[in-house]
């Protein structure tokens, strides 16, 4: 049982060039979530899925776009990097039964840096 | 020079002395809360929850207090040790909504 797991761990881009973040989880959760995490703030919900299907905008979704493959899977894409999108990038999954007592399980992160 | 806002707070605690971290929430209408443990270079890592009808929950060497009246959660670690390190932040939840505080940065001096 991994748990969540995130492809690539680091990156490196070029203004300009797209990329994919890949991120799985076996836990058999409903909801997905994608994360950034900048020094001295929060974590900021970019977007999430609350289930297979659905896709939803969080708080910074600006620059990026999702796609919920099925359950296991939650990819974010970088159409065109820009510098302001240097930062670490936090999966994470929760099972969402329909209450609020739900607790977000996060993946190790990705590195992303744009030149 | 750097900004202020890129230092996050620092607690330095002597090894096998208890770590007390606060966190301030904004809403009251949260009903859930969380608190996370992140390590250098790894993701944050669930330790301990508490719902909103309760005011003190325990686990192993942490301890959670939760004053609504002030809209305050703290963190109480026993005996801390240097696998305590850590950057620990809160998390307030309002029907799926979660919002993350910055974090305190605990440093365990052996």
């Known amino acids: 049982n991994a748990g969540v797991t995130q492809t690539p761990k680091f990156q490196v881009l070029k203004t300009g060039q797209s990329m994919t973040l890949q991120c799985a989880q076996d836990?058999?959760?409903?909801?997905m979530y994608w994360y950034r995490q900048d020094p001295g703030m929060g974590l900021r919900l970019i977007y999430y899925?609350?289930?297979?299907?659905?896709?939803d905008k969080g708080e910074v979704p600006n620059g990026y776009n999702v796609s919920r493959l099925n359950k296991r899977e939650f990819s974010l894409r970088l159409e065109s990097a820009a510098p302001s999108q240097t930062s670490v990038y936090f999966c994470?999954?929760?099972?969402?039964?329909?209450?609020?007592?739900?607790?977000?399980?996060f993946g190790p992160g990705t590195r992303l840096t744009v030149l | 020079g750097e900004s202020v806002g890129l230092h996050l707070p620092t607690l330095s605690v002597q090894e096998g002395d208890n770590s007390i971290i606060n966190c301030a929430y904004s809403?009251?209408?949260?009903?859930?809360f969380i608190w996370y443990k992140q390590e250098s270079g790894k993701g944050p890592q669930f330790i301990i929850d508490?719902?909103?009808?309760?005011d003190k929950r325990q686990g192993q060497r942490v301890t959670v207090l939760l004053n609504k009246t002030v809209k305050h959660l703290s963190l109480q670690i026993a005996a801390t040790q240097p696998g305590d390190s850590a950057v620990y932040f809160c998390?307030?939840?309002?029907?799926?909504?979660?919002?993350f505080g910055i974090g305190t940065k605990l440093q365990v001096i052996p």
């Open positions: 809403n009251s209408a949260s009903d859930y």
């Open positions: 994470a999954s929760s099972e969402w039964s329909g209450g609020s007592t739900d607790t977000q399980y």
């Open positions: 899925s609350a289930s297979e299907g659905t896709t």
């Open positions: 508490i719902r909103s009808n309760m």
């Open positions: 836990m058999n959760h409903n909801s």
């Open positions: 998390a307030e939840t309002t029907y799926q909504k979660v919002t």
